[in-house]
């Protein structure tokens, strides 16, 4: 089981959201038994909020100068944040409602995907040029790539299969026999080595 952290990245937010996070985060742990002792204290966070508070609102229709001079507010805002976030994933003891009363946010841990559903929508049409074919399948939740495969039609229990491999949804097979029919397939590749496949489209090359 994955331990819950605490998101201590700030970049994303835009800067008056910065400053009503902040805002939160002071209301949710003022008071809170959970955080007896803050690190830094909730007074240096308090006064690096108002002094980017401050600093906002001279940036707007002012000067580089006062545009850098908000930049660097939230650079100090953002550390002393930063700081005070690993303090409350320490101190909460992986305990995830207690991480959670601090008014921080959690980082979403990645669910395992597991073995990948059947291909959908997987075509397989002619190509103008000579010995292409081209292949197709709506993208798959959780796939790094795909394996498309062909072989002579009709395919057989000993049939080998050639296998081009592709990070796209869509390719074009080259180099195939003209007024030869092939089979083609197709499946998705996560992190589960099962795979499952398409149907098998049968199609003579051009």
């Known amino acids: 089981m994955n331990t819950p952290r605490v998101k201590i990245g700030f970049k994303t937010y835009k800067d008056a959201e910065l400053f009503q996070k902040t805002e939160h985060?002071?209301?949710?742990?003022?008071?809170?038994?959970?955080?007896a002792t803050p690190s830094p204290t909730l007074i240096a966070v308090k006064a690096a909020n108002d002094n980017y508070s401050l600093a906002l609102g001279k940036a707007v229709d002012g000067t580089k100068q006062d545009t850098s001079s908000k930049n660097q507010a939230r650079a100090d805002l953002e550390d002393l944040l930063q700081n005070l976030g690993m303090y409350v994933q320490i101190t909460s003891n992986g305990d995830e409602t207690i991480m959670l009363s601090s008014g921080?946010?959690?980082?979403?841990?990645?669910?395992?995907?597991?073995?990948?559903?059947?291909?959908?929508?997987?075509?397989?049409?002619?190509?103008?040029?000579?010995?292409?074919?081209?292949?197709?399948?709506?993208?798959?939740?959780?796939?790094?790539?795909?394996?498309?495969?062909?072989?002579?039609?009709?395919?057989?229990?000993t049939s080998i299969w050639r296998v081009v491999?592709?990070?796209?949804?869509?390719?074009?097979?080259?180099?195939?026999?003209?007024?030869?029919?092939?089979?083609?397939?197709?499946?998705?590749?996560?992190?589960?080595?099962?795979?499952?496949?398409?149907?098998?489209?049968?199609?003579?090359?051009?």
């Open 25 to 35: 985060i002071l209301q949710s742990m003022t008071g809170n038994a959970n955080f």
């Open 104 to 157: 921080f946010d959690l980082t979403k841990t990645p669910a395992p995907v597991g073995i990948l559903p059947k291909p959908d929508a997987f075509t397989v049409e002619m190509n103008v040029s000579k010995g292409c074919i081209d292949l197709s399948l709506n993208a798959i939740a959780g796939a790094k790539s795909y394996q498309y495969e062909y072989t002579e039609a009709p395919s057989t229990a």
């Open 165 to 206: 491999s592709s990070t796209a949804t869509f390719v074009t097979i080259t180099g195939l026999t003209s007024a030869k029919e092939y089979s083609f397939r197709v499946t998705g590749v996560g992190s589960d080595p099962t795979r499952v496949y398409s149907d098998e489209i049968d199609k003579m090359a051009p």
